[in-house]
Nanobody, 115 residues
């Protein structure tokens, strides 16, 4: 079965950095676009970043451009989100997503940005 397992969340001060990881299994990871979404309390889930199957193209939400970097390692079936210059408004649960079949979500990892 398809599994997406996020890790790397935690508490960080404003201006700090975190690197999220999402380990995938149960499908041919290298064949599918992968995305990171986030959802803050009381807000809709929003797309943060997307990377194509081979990693040759990426897209970002305007709010994170220049601060976040999505990447993937198809030999490890893992997608990453490097988050720099974190702001309080980045605080949310972060989810990875694959468009494989009907789409699958990970369980999410909490990112808290606070001094």
């Amino acid at each position: 079965q398809v599994q997406l397992v996020e890790s790397g969340g935690g508490l960080v001060q404003p201006g700090g950095s975190l690197r999220l990881s999402c380990a995938a299994s149960g499908f041919t990871f290298s064949s599918y676009r992968m995305s990171w979404y986030r959802q803050a309390p009381g807000k809709q889930r929003e797309l943060v970043a997307t990377i194509t199957s081979a990693g040759g193209s990426t897209n970002y939400a305007d709010s994170v451009k220049g601060r976040f970097t999505i990447s993937r390692d198809n030999t490890k079936n893992t997608v990453y989100l490097q988050m720099n210059s974190l702001k309080p408004e980045d605080q949310a649960v972060y989810y990875c997503y694959t468009s494989y079949k009907s789409g699958y979500w990970g369980q999410g990892t909490q990112v808290t940005v606070s001094s």
